[in-house]
């Protein structure tokens, strides 16, 4: 029996406020992410989306006013589904009410 692979995830109190939405960047785009444009929210926003599936995933941006987080729990969890939760898209297509 495969024993899986354990992750660990962060559940935080979060302020979201103006959430603007952007395109995704895919891969290991360092260069890309180190730009200024991705390293704060965009003019009249607090936080950011993704464009093609708004709301899986939220970024604050640390200092930017009225997005604080508060850290409540680490959660870890063990799998067999996946290796790697941003590469094996499976977890996002589970539906836990038929459980």
């Not at 406020?17 to 360092?30: L, N, P, S």
């Not at 409540?72 to 009410?97: E, G, H, R, S, W």
């Amino acid at each position: 029996s495969n024993p899986g692979t354990s992750f660990k995830i962060i559940l935080a109190r979060v302020v979201v406020g103006r959430c603007a939405r952007k395109t995704a960047i895919r891969g290991k785009a360092v260069k890309e992410l180190s730009k200024k444009e991705h390293r704060e929210p965009p003019d009249g926003s607090h936080s950011v989306t993704s464009d093609d599936n708004p709301g899986r995933e939220v970024v604050v941006f640390p200092g930017s006013p009225g997005t604080p987080a508060y850290p409540a729990y680490v959660l870890t969890y063990t799998t067999p589904l996946c290796k790697d939760p941003y590469q094996d898209l499976i977890l996002f297509n589970i539906n836990f009410c038929e459980r």
